[in-house]
């Protein structure tokens, strides 16, 4: 017992100054990459980062420039702070890299999200192909969307004129509106194992620091998983497994060759098609690239799509007068009773500049997601080793007061010309830039439009007198939800 003792005090010691030291040296020297601030032997700047990261990185390029180097845990990251710079870099097949995190262990590299090179391109391929056909962007889409906000209406019809919480209430329109496009089934949220992924999802990841512990010192995460936020991140990034497996085997059961529902249908028909072993669709590898792409596609269409209309909301009714420009607009194309459709977008600027604007001033997705190069790369000269890690902070570009002036004013009128019309921001990139941005846009824009159009079109919305004004500034996260607050909906009548 007194010899184990003994030797357990030994290997502690002495791994302990073994860690230490390697983290010193890559501390004073990491790897030759841009300069930054150094921070601390094993922490690196993790702990100077604040409580509002995408703040802090955007006050370091003023000192540092834009792509400097910050050593986060055991990581050395390279920040990007300009626009013009991310436009260069990510337009280069070598960044479309992502990082393989721990938290992923799990998983294994499957699904598009974390796919990379050739079989990353494969897929996405396929998905773009597919999804288009079964209408990301297209006609067919248009009618679940439309029976989702019907039932919004209708539920909020109920309730009005009372302080009322919309989170729940979107969260679930949105989930079933992408759910029925991925499955053909209704998102029934009574069905327990729903319900459990609805929670999970609804307590958000928006405490979910993408440049925290659980991502950067996952030796530090696990020895204190419920206080790093590792626990967290584990539960909710497990919680749509059940999910995926029921549909899919589903879908095995009853799929019909040639009659093809929706994207599994789609997908397995590819699956079984392929005979190719090392294609991304091979037997297994293909079950496992659709079992981890749906899950995917869940979240990163879910909390995005449900915090932009929330944003959306909660700033119009912040500013009635910006509201009564939107209503306006919808009375003048629309009216108040047909329903609106797609071919109404392109005649409504205001519309379309007040989407623009909430994008631009929520700035939802802070940094965008962790790229990685898949070579060493020669930029503005920087020499990038294989397996650099970027981050892009899109913060610092939408809130760029050379650029926009007056980033910190909600102004749709600053995608308007003088003529009117909607006036496309290059540097309006929250769905990224480059060779990997969102494959949702679209799909993402038209969800956006019919909800909001319609919604407004029979609603006025206003802040609740008897609750504080929410705190609208920014925040850490990985995507910003508003915060929690409650709005009063009025009917506007016919
Ligand atoms: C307002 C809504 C949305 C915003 C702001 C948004 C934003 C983003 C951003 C910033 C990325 C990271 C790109 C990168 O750095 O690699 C991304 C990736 C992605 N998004 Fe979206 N997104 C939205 C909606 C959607 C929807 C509705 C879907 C699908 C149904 C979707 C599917 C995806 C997928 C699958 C990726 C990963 C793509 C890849 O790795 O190749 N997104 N999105």
């Not at 997908?267 to 079992?291: C, P, Q, R, W």
Request: proline share 6%; net charge neutral; glycine share 6%.
């Amino acid at each position: 017992m007194y010899f184990e003792f003994i030797i357990f005090v030994f290997i502690a010691f002495f791994g302990t100054t073994y860690c230490l030291i390697c983290s010193l040296k890559s501390w004073r020297n990491p790897a030759k990459l841009p300069p930054g601030p150094r921070g601390i032997p094993l922490f690196g700047y993790l702990p100077f980062l604040g409580t509002i990261p995408c703040k802090t990185v955007a006050q370091l390029s003023k000192k540092w420039g834009p792509i400097f180097t910050l050593k986060l845990g055991q990581f050395p990251v390279v920040f990007i702070n300009d626009y013009q710079k991310m436009k260069e870099l990510y337009k280069l097949e070598t960044t479309t890299g992502r990082a393989h995190l721990p938290l992923f262990e799990k998983r294994g590299v499957f699904g598009l999200g974390l796919l990379e090179g050739e079989d990353w391109r494969e897929v996405r391929k396929f998905l773009l192909r597919c999804l288009r056909d079964s209408g990301f962007g297209k006609r067919s889409m248009e009618g679940s969307i439309q029976e989702e906000v019907s039932q919004t209406i209708n539920f909020i019809r109920k309730n009005l004129h009372k302080p009322m919480y919309l989170k729940p209430l979107i969260e679930v329109a949105v989930i079933n509106a992408l759910w029925f496009l991925m499955t053909s089934e209704k998102y029934d949220i009574e069905d327990p194992t729903k319900k459990k992924v609805a929670d999970v999802l609804s307590e958000g990841l928006s405490d979910q620091n993408i440049v925290g512990i659980a991502t950067f010192l996952p030796w530090l995460a696990k020895l204190i998983p419920n206080y790093s936020g590792y626990a967290k991140a584990l539960k909710y990034f497990g919680a749509p497994e059940e999910l995926a497996t029921d549909i899919v085997q589903k879908h095995v059961k009853s799929y019909d060759p040639g009659n093809e529902r929706d994207f599994i249908d789609q997908a397995m028909s590819k699956i079984y098609a392929t005979t190719d072993e090392s294609s991304m669709f091979y037997k297994d590898v293909g079950m496992k690239n659709l079992h981890y792409t749906l899950i995917d596609l869940f979240f990163a269409g879910s909390d995005t799509m449900s915090s932009s209309l929330g944003w959306a909301l909660l700033y119009l009714s912040m500013w009635p007068d910006k509201q009564a420009k939107v209503h306006r607009e919808i009375d003048a194309e629309i009216g108040r009773s047909r329903i609106p459709s797609i071919e109404d977008r392109g005649r409504m600027p205001y519309m379309e500049s007040t989407m623009a604007e909430v994008m631009r001033f929520s700035t939802m997705v802070p940094f965008g997601l962790l790229h990685k190069s898949l070579e060493d790369i020669e930029f503005e000269g920087y020499s990038f080793p294989k397996g650099t890690l970027f981050l892009a902070n899109l913060y610092h570009v939408f809130k760029d007061e050379e650029y926009w002036v007056d980033p910190n004013n909600f102004r749709p009128e600053r995608f308007l010309s003088s003529d009117g019309k909607f006036k496309r921001d290059e540097r309006l990139i929250p769905f990224f830039i480059g060779k990997r941005t969102c494959i949702g846009e679209s799909l993402a824009m038209i969800e956006f439009f019919l909800f909001l159009t319609r919604l407004l079109q029979h609603f006025r919305f206003e802040l609740s007198p008897d609750e504080p004004v929410p705190h609208i500034g920014p925040r850490s996260g990985f995507i910003l939800p508003p915060p929690k607050h409650k709005l009063v909906i009025f009917e506007r009548g016919q």
